[in-house]
């Protein structure tokens, strides 16, 4: 009768976790930062980090004992059945559920169980990653307790700001040189993308400074999926900085009717500024 009631208190004792207790868990998330260009967040980029973790000592393995011996209370179960229950199982006060008792402790790690390691790790920033995201790294933390598993490494990114280059959401916007005479007649501009790639866009006529030309699917990857952001190009037209009556005129009236006034004829606006360009070319 005794065995079967103390066969029933292990039972019950596994089921409520009252046997043998392990410190078998995870490490801790390590946190670290990184700056990336404005380019290296449109193409991807890569970052090595140089940091110390704690990690189970190889001599105790994470036990702070390179001796131990069975405790001999609870013989190695890690419970004692209780005195008026012998069903119900208690905690062994002897070896704090553990099962076993130190008997030596581990020179390496000073009885702590953890040593600090030196520890090296090449980490991808993927494609389209903006300014405040985290990466996270499986398994480059700490290391885990007795056998757990470790811990993440998370990168949290800064990406350095560019003159005349911003990101909208996963758009890409920029501003686009233009001389005079491609903005009032027509014509085409070069633009360099963050890649290093160029494209031609072409310049309607009659564009002003602050007019947007849009590229469909030369923004930013979303890091989450396939989807790209478009390109913005904002134009900066260089209109002529001549000091006679004539050119400021012409510069004016151009600019009117860009803006869409009815007050100017635009053919023949137009026949005045390709003398105008003529006369300079």
């Known amino acids: 009768m005794r065995r079967t009631l103390d066969k029933a208190g292990r039972f019950f004792a596994a089921a409520s976790g009252l046997t043998r207790r392990t410190e078998r868990r995870p490490g801790r998330d390590l946190r670290v930062e990184a700056e990336i260009s404005l380019a290296e967040s449109y193409t991807g980029a890569t970052r090595t980090f140089h940091y110390g973790r704690d990690v189970d000592c190889d001599a105790c ?12 209370v609870c013989e190695g179960v890690g419970s004692l059945a209780a005195s008026w229950m012998p069903a119900v199982r208690k905690r062994c006060p002897r070896c704090a559920a ?3 008792i130190g ?30 995201a985290r990466v996270r790294v499986k ?22 700001p560019e003159p005349g280059v911003r990101r909208d959401g996963d758009d890409l916007v920029r501003g686009l040189p233009v001389d005079f005479r491609a ?3 027509g014509g085409q501009a070069d633009l360099a993308l ?27 990857k979303d890091p989450h999926s396939d989807r790209r952001g478009d390109l ?14 004539d050119a ?23 026949d005045e500024l390709e003398a105008y360009f003529a006369a300079r070319a």
């Open 103 to 132: 008997e030596r402790t581990c020179t390496p790690c000073e009885g702590t169980g953890r040593v600090r390691l030196s520890h090296t790790h090449t980490a991808t920033v993927p494609e389209g990653t903006p300014d405040g």
């Open 139 to 160: 398994g480059q933390g700490e290391g885990g307790y007795q056998g757990g598993d470790a811990g993440d490494l998370i990168i949290k990114i800064r990406v350095a």
């Open 232 to 245: 913005f190009a904002v134009l900066r037209v260089d209109l002529p900085h001549e000091s006679d009556a």
């Open 61 to 72: 393995k994470g036990r702070g004992f390179d001796k131990v011996k069975t405790c001999a």
């Open 183 to 185: 903005a009032a007649l």
């Open 194 to 220: 963050p890649d290093g790639k160029t494209i031609t866009l072409r310049i309607p006529p009659w564009s002003t400074s602050g007019r947007r030309l849009r590229v469909v699917g030369r923004g930013f």
């Open 98 to 100: 553990k099962g076993w």
């Open 248 to 270: 400021r005129s012409l510069t004016l009236r151009y600019l009117s009717a860009a803006a869409g006034s009815s007050d100017i004829r635009k053919d023949e606006l137009r």
